[in-house]
């Protein structure tokens, strides 16, 4: 059963990483060897770590190899025409210059990491401090920043909520307002049909009309002794007592002390 295919990318994990990079080597440095044994070829090999540290293995040495790799590369420069060789050093300058500012940032970056600090000096360190600072500070207002948008966004959509909820539930009471006043009235025209006529048209039909009565009041205060004879006449048609008709009183006026 075959290895699974492995994903080209880096290992974030640095044992892994570091166990990784020693068994690879180990594999280029042997298949260097059968190639140049098997195919008499001259071959050599330069490995840098992500530490730093260098290995090389060169079947004839690895100095006599890369001698003989800039006589070809400036021979084949000098039969060249004479603008392709400016416009191929500028190239290889350039590629130079290129590969040397992408070590330093991925140097940079392990630093951040927190990796490779061994090699730095104090000054290093606290410029590296410096800059983890600055960006602690930078991400900090950054999250504070967001977290009060999203709190923002969940008190509006709490309001909202609660607006559309209490708007429903004064519907609902109107409602059950509106049926229980219903029901009231109804009951009060069952029990007092000709009250309800009365108070929903014109009072004047009411069966209890106010009745109002004048008495004479006699300024001077008097004092009676004795009964009142009341005298009833009936009326055509009612049924009405009267009693102010005649009246005789035994009652004496003056009092003399």
Known sequence: MGRGRVEMKLIENKINRQVTFSKRRNGLKKKAYELSVLCDAEVA???????????????????????????????SLSNSRPEESTQACNWCQEVTKLKSHYESLVRTNRHLLGEDLGKMSLKELLGLERQLEAALTTT????????????????????YIIERQLGDINKQLKIKFDQAEGLAFKSFQYLWPNTAASVAGDPSNSEFPVQSSSVDCNTEPFLQIGFQQHYYVQGEGSSVSKSNIACKTNFVQDWVL
């Open 140 to 159: 900090r207002k950054r999250k504070t920043q967001v977290m009060i948008e999203e709190m923002e966004d969940l008190r509006k959509k709490a309001s």
């Open 45 to 75: 090999l330069i490995v840098f770590s992500s530490r730093g540290k260098l290995y090389e293995f060169g079947s004839v040495g690895v100095e006599r190899t890369i001698e003989r790799y800039h006589r070809c590369y400036n021979r």
